[in-house]
């Protein structure tokens, strides 16, 4: 069964950083696509950055500047690198990647930004 993890989140301060992490397993493919997402309580899901592995990156107009996605395909994770957090940042951060066609996420993990 395949399955993303999310990893790195927690309490940070405004213009502090975290790097989050999306390690997938129980699949035999490499992960070619990683998609971050994150979600407030009572708002749609929104969709803020893409990473493919062969280089191809797309931030949302939000996060562009401050966060950086990336893929290690020695461990088959992709990161999310969060600098300059600030509170409107606070929400719960997916990650998604596809194979075969078939969409896979993580549970999601909580990222607060409180002074």
């Known amino acids: 069964q395949v399955q993303l993890v999310e990893s790195g989140g927690g309490l940070v301060q405004p213009g502090g950083s975290l790097r989050l992490s999306c390690a997938a397993s129980?699949?035999?493919?490499?992960?070619?696509?990683v998609a971050w997402y994150r979600q407030t309580q009572g708002l749609q899901r929104e969709w803020i950055a893409m990473?493919?592995?062969?280089?191809?990156?797309n931030y949302a107009d939000s996060v562009k500047g401050r966060f950086t996605a990336s893929i290690d395909n020695a461990q088959n994770t992709g990161y999310l690198q969060m600098s300059n957090l600030q509170l409107e940042d606070t929400a719960v951060y997916y990650c998604?990647?596809?194979?075969?066609?078939?969409?896979?996420w993580g549970r999601g993990i909580q990222v607060t930004v409180s002074s």
């Open positions: 998604k990647t596809v194979i075969r066609r078939r969409d896979y």
């Open positions: 129980g699949t035999t493919f490499s992960i070619n696509i």
């Open positions: 990473r493919l592995i062969a280089g191809a990156s």
